[in-house]
């Protein structure tokens, strides 16, 4: 896990650089401020090191010349030609029923910003500090945005391990409608048929900040926690991956690239 991370800004942002420094310090990350004079490509290719930026656009990680941040609004336009018909993810979730869903591997919550565009009152669990800070600003941003602001009050943010937050809830018989499970699947052989692309641009930066020690948190130890609290868990899985955690599933839904796995109590 990081504990301590550069953050590249320019001197207007200091008082941001003070919020989000005592905010990380708080979640066990030191955050060193590199006052520079400006950000831009450029810049990014000459510190290549994983670390965060702040700029007009908010907070975003780098690494290697590129820059990643939970875009919410950038969503929009795909918001705006979802429906519970065209969406496979919909069907699956039965987002028609405006289910009570806990979304147990955030990512960037792409998920799970249109599962409450349509409907769902979405409970977002992340454990990486960085990453949930992340998350927490594309939110705040996203609650200013007319088209964004009443889907953004649907999305409630929990910064919690999800096997703890998961066990904790079935201890206290807490239960829930949906769990969705779109846990971290592994890079593809970069040196396969081309074909096979290399994961897009921000999930590798997501990749880099969420490696431990080399291993991949794969999700397999959450499917049985949500399956005792939740009337269904759906998996998304590569259209051509095996079953998490090896399990067969009730149904499942087909999509060109990826599928969902639907457990039912």
Request: charged residues 25%; proline residues 4%.
């Amino acid at each position: 896990m990081v504990s301590e991370i550069r953050l590249f800004a320019t001197a207007q942002y200091a008082a941001q650089i003070q919020f989000y420094q005592e905010l990380l310090a708080s979640r066990g990350v030191t955050v060193e401020w590199v006052e520079i004079e400006q950000l831009n490509a450029r810049f990014l290719r000459q510190h290549p090191e994983l670390a965060l930026c702040l700029d007009q656009d908010g907070l975003w990680l780098s690494a290697e010349g590129m820059k990643m941040q939970p875009d919410w609004r950038g969503e929009i336009s795909r918001l705006k030609r979802a429906s519970l018909k065209s969406e496979l993810l919909a069907r699956a979730c039965q987002l028609a029923e405006k289910p009570k869903l806990i979304d147990a591997t955030a990512g960037l919550g792409h998920d799970s910003l249109l599962m409450a565009h349509l409907g769902a009152e979405v409970i977002l669990v992340e454990r990486h500090p960085i990453l949930v800070t992340l998350l927490e600003a594309a939110k705040a941003q996203a609650t200013l945005d007319p088209f964004l602001a009443d889907t953004a009050e649907r999305i409630s943010l929990v910064y919690a391990d999800s096997q703890d937050y998961l066990e904790q809830r079935v201890r206290e018989q807490q239960e829930v409608d949906v769990v969705y499970l779109d846990p971290m699947f592994p890079q593809r052989d970069q040196n396969s048929n081309k074909k096979q692309a290399l994961v897009k641009k921000q999930m590798q930066l997501l990749h880099l900040l969420l490696a431990d020690d080399g291993q991949m948190d794969l999700g397999e130890q959450l499917l049985a926690p949500a399956r005792q609290i939740a009337k269904r868990v759906v998996v998304k899985r590569p259209r051509l991956a095996v079953h998490l955690d090896d399990v067969t599933p009730d149904h499942q839904w087909l999509g060109d690239a990826c599928r969902f796995d639907a457990y039912f109590k």
